[in-house]
């Protein structure tokens, strides 16, 4: 996958340019960053007694992964093998017209994101979609998105899903990328339920920035 301007005419109207590309490792502490500060809105976005009950959920989900032998590891260390090292998953960051990291999404064949898919599989799925405060509501999240899903399409995926107990970002995922709700997971590492969406693929016309 090549960097790409994923907004066309962005110049033409005073916005600024998102590019989508490729993780590489010099982008690990920066993706890293990002991600833990999205688990701070997934507390705040959910409100009330539940934001309470959220806080030790995403305080062990940021201490298990930024651990030494965890897949984000400290500053991001790890990323660069666990994304980098095997077939079979993609992980994408955006970036605007100062060239710093704004936002990362990676993007798995199968729905496990520690595990090979099984031979056969025509499932993808979508982990860690995060974009730094300041550049939100400015359509990084969406062309995150969509070049994920262009890259599950190219995997030869019927569908794609993903899991969030952010009710903004559940939100986005069903009125901006049209997104079903086909049930709840239970994730016993947290533990909690977690509602799983799913897009089908299959016949869908590809993104217009291809």
Not at 30 to 51: C, E, K, N, Y
């Amino acid at each position: 996958m090549d960097a790409r301007d994923v907004r066309a005419g962005a110049d033409e109207d005073g916005s600024p340019s998102i590019i989508i590309r490729p993780f590489e490792p010099r982008d690990s502490a920066a993706v890293a960053a990002i991600w833990v500060g999205g688990l701070q809105q997934t507390i705040d976005s959910t409100g009330g007694l539940m934001s309470l009950l959220m806080q030790p959920a995403m305080a062990w989900l940021k201490r298990s992964a930024t651990a030494a032998d965890g897949d984000v590891g400290p500053d991001g260390a790890n990323l660069a093998a666990h994304w980098c090292s095997h077939d079979g998953r993609q992980m994408l960051v955006a970036t605007m017209d100062s060239g710093v990291v704004v936002g990362c999404c990676g993007v798995i064949r199968g729905t496990d994101e520690k595990k090979s898919a099984p031979t056969g599989c025509d499932v993808c799925s979508v982990w860690r979609l995060s974009v730094t405060e300041t550049a939100r509501r400015r359509g990084v999240a969406m062309a995150l998105m969509r070049a994920a899903e262009d890259w599950a399409r190219k995997e030869g995926a019927s569908s794609i899903r993903l899991v969030t107990g952010n009710p903004i970002a559940a939100t986005f995922y069903v009125e901006r990328m049209r997104y079903e709700r086909p049930g709840w997971r239970w994730d016993q590492n947290l533990p909690r339920y977690d509602m799983w969406f799913e897009k089908k693929l299959n016949g869908l016309q590809k993104s217009s920035h291809n």
